[in-house]
């Protein structure tokens, strides 16, 4: 009884938790859940990295006036594609927002002999594939 005295409350919770988990599941089990506890964070952490937005597609938000704080990736993908969709061309005579040609530049797209919507859509499809 001594010996108990001697470890706190915590540790002693841990050790009944660690023998009803051996009761139940047996010492052959105990692997196999420890490997898909493992499993389950890794693919959590993941999830939650692929929601990040990139530095590069920061950039490009704060480009064309979106404020990126707080936002998720998608988010900001969404505001880009609405905020290139609203640019126009000049009545008459198509031409490219200096923006568009910008961005498109810094991505390493070519924007020779294209058209706005084309750099357009090579630019969402190249920030949404990164």
Not at 24 to 46: C, D, N, T, V
Not at 102 to 119: H, M, N, Q, V
């Amino acid at each position: 009884m001594g010996m108990l005295l001697i470890i706190d409350t915590q540790t002693l919770i841990l050790i009944i938790i660690a023998f009803i988990v051996l009761v139940i599941w047996g010492p052959s089990k105990i692997p196999q859940l420890a490997r898909s506890l493992g499993q389950s964070i890794r693919e959590f952490k993941r999830g939650a990295a692929e929601n990040e937005p990139e530095p590069e597609l920061i950039e490009v938000a704060r480009k064309l006036g979106i404020d990126p704080t707080g936002k998720t990736r998608d988010e900001i993908l969404t505001e880009i594609n609405n905020r290139l969709g609203q640019q126009k061309t000049v009545v008459g005579k198509p031409s490219v927002d200096s923006k568009v040609l910008e961005i498109a530049e810094r991505l390493g797209i070519d924007t020779k002999g294209k058209s706005e919507e084309d750099l357009i859509k090579e630019i969402n499809w190249r920030l949404s594939n990164k």
